[in-house]
């Protein structure tokens, strides 16, 4: 960072993030990143900004991301967490960006979850 005007645009940047993750309602499909010492060392911060970026590019107004602590499997991080109402948690692991923009096609637009990187 150099000057303030890109304090300031990042600033602005982290307060939109923040807005598109606001708290869900019941009606709210929720993705969930672990983002705890064990997830972020395994890549969980690019994951979640991939979810960020992928459910804003494609104007979900259902959809909030946030992120929660230690989700309890460290082996298999990065781990999300996907809660659609009236459906069972799908939890995936060793999410990487690329598996996030999948995940964000065909679980939640297409309500279609991916078998191959839940947690079995």
């Known amino acids: 960072m150099k000057s303030l005007q890109e304090l300031n645009a990042i600033r602005e940047r982290m307060q939109n993030q923040s807005k598109d993750r606001k708290v869900a309602d019941a009606q709210s499909i929720r993705i969930v990143v672990g983002m ?20 804003a590019k494609r ?21 999300v967490e996907v809660f659609v109402p009236g459906q069972e948690k799908v939890t995936y692991c060793y999410m ?14 297409n309500n279609k979850p991916v078998t191959e990187y839940i947690v079995k």
Not at 36 to 55: D, K, Q, S
Not at 63 to 73: L, P, R, W, Y
Not at 96 to 109: L, Q, R
């Open 36 to 55: 705890a010492t064990c997830g972020i060392a395994a890549g969980a911060r690019p994951v979640m900004n991939a979810f960020v970026e992928e459910v």
């Open 59 to 79: 104007n979900l107004q259902n959809v909030v991301v946030s992120q929660t602590g230690c989700i309890g499997m460290c082996k298999l991080e990065p781990i």
């Open 96 to 109: 990487t960006p690329e598996k996030a923009v999948k995940v964000v096609v065909d679980h939640i637009v």
